[in-house]
């Protein structure tokens, strides 16, 4: 590859605070954005609400003045939508659909538009579980189109495709690991095509990359299905790899500098609460490798991804604790419930720490070693949610499967009624997947609403 290729890779600048680029912005689920609203509720602080076609949930992204959503439709999820909107009043620019590559059931236990799309000047990049991966200018028109079920064949996943691309200035980096041959591809912004691509083993997985700063030069980090791996941002050479890891298949990596923080939760298939715990780790990256900074002593992540800020790591578990280690030691500082069980990556953002329950309700912490809450805001009634969440049940109860006799879902170990009812019936009606955060104001997608919150 030529020296001058080699320069393009290096990463952008900090993002700014008018624009939120993908999946957790850059990765790191941190924003320079000021004069954010700390408090809101159905009647307070929030600008605008809209209805979006079909189901998604993928988190929003916004470049200035646009808000880029995706979405899906369809029996067989054959409509792949795309849509743009203003950040001022929430006005529907432009929609664009376009028919999926490999089709899948719609129900809410299989993905649906989970994959954020990444943004930038030029436009976006939208990555479908469906395997296509579908580039729009800002005024819609399409750039190019990849179909990677077609080019690799059938994505076989476990829920479907989850991961989400991550990108540089001018490459999309997209992670399809699955039951089959699975692959890292480095694509070319300006033509969408192959800039290289890395083979991997075969990897139930819905992680997704990051890209860390390292030296002067760029690594895309993946954490999946058991190991974490990192490759070189310009050629696609692994430069290193930790296995031996458990549950790392759900939250992503988050850097920190050279520094990444690796999130695991439990094993249901094959239980291992100690190696679950160890999985929880700290590494220090180099130009030719990595140590391993700390371990976590009693930790299991839930499905939202760590974030980093004011010298803390903050994780959240499946049962909806929130654990704030020492991000230099690993030590823990404290351990306390929140308001709502989080399944979006938190957002932290001057000296705060914004927990995006899935059933709408946000708890707002101060950055710190001593828990502090600050507020605890709603999208919805109580009343009102329960009634939402009931007529949403009801209208899911045909398409859900249901699990093999004597086993949970997936396949996994049985569980009691009341908890595989639960389980069950978790993705339907107003779940809150993400958000997107830039100054003044969040952006908040459920499967089928979006919202902005603005201060006073």
Not at 11 to 29: C, Q, V
Request: a neutral charge.
């Amino acid at each position: 590859m030529l020296p001058t290729l080699l320069l393009s890779f290096a990463l952008s600048a900090a993002p700014a605070a008018d624009t939120w680029a993908g999946f957790r912005n850059d990765g790191t689920g941190r924003t320079t954005a000021a004069n954010l609203p700390l408090t809101w509720s159905p009647t307070e602080n929030i600008g605008w609400r809209i209805e979006t076609p079909g189901y998604g949930q993928s988190s929003p992204v916004v470049w200035k003045d646009r808000v880029y959503l995706t979405s899906v439709e369809g029996e067989q999820k054959e409509k792949l939508h795309i849509l743009c909107f203003t950040l001022a009043d929430g006005k529907k620019l432009w929609q664009q659909t376009f028919p999926a590559t490999q089709k899948g059931k719609n129900n809410p236990m299989m993905s649906r538009a989970a994959g954020t799309p990444v943004c930038d000047a030029a436009g976006v990049v939208a990555l479908f579980e469906s395997g296509d991966l579908i580039a729009l200018s800002p005024d819609g028109k399409l750039r190019w189109e990849r179909h990677f079920a077609t080019e690799y064949g059938e994505l076989k996943n476990n829920h479907g495709l989850g991961s989400s691309p991550a990108q540089t200035a001018d490459t999309v980096f997209v992670l399809l690991d699955h039951q089959g041959p699975s692959h890292l591809v480095a694509v070319n912004k300006a033509d969408g095509k192959d800039r290289w691509h890395a083979a991997r083993p075969a990897r139930s997985s819905w992680t997704s990359p990051i890209i860390v700063g390292v030296g002067g030069s760029s690594q895309v980090v993946v954490s999946s299905g058991g190991a974490v791996t990192g490759y070189d941002a310009a050629g696609g050479k692994q430069v290193w790899e930790k296995t031996g890891l458990v549950g790392n298949s759900i939250p992503s990596a988050t850097a920190d500098g050279e520094r990444v923080f690796i999130a695991a939760g439990e094993n249901r298939m094959k239980p291992d609460p100690d190696g679950t715990s160890k999985s929880n780790c700290c590494l220090t990256l180099s130009a030719g490798g990595y140590e391993q900074t700390w371990v976590a002593k009693k930790l299991a992540a839930g499905t939202a991804s760590p974030v980093v800020s004011d010298g803390f790591a903050y994780y959240t578990t499946k049962d909806g604790f929130v654990v704030c280690l020492d991000a230099a030691t690993g030590t823990e500082k404290y351990r306390e419930r929140l308001d709502n069980l989080p399944w979006a990556t938190p957002i932290a953002a001057g000296g705060h720490v914004f927990f995006f329950g899935k059933d709408g309700a946000t708890t707002v912490l101060k950055t710190g070693p001593s828990y502090e809450k600050v507020a605890t805001n709603k999208f919805w009634t109580d009343a009102d949610a329960a009634k939402r969440k009931e007529a949403a049940k009801k209208a899911a109860a045909d398409t859900l499967p249901k699990p093999p006799e004597g086993r949970g879902p997936g396949g996994g170990p049985p569980l009691p009624k009341e908890e595989l009812e639960a389980t069950r019936y978790s993705a339907v009606g107003d779940v809150v997947y993400g958000a997107a955060a830039v100054d003044g104001a969040f952006v908040v997608r459920t499967g089928t609403e979006l919202m902005c919150v603005r201060g006073k």
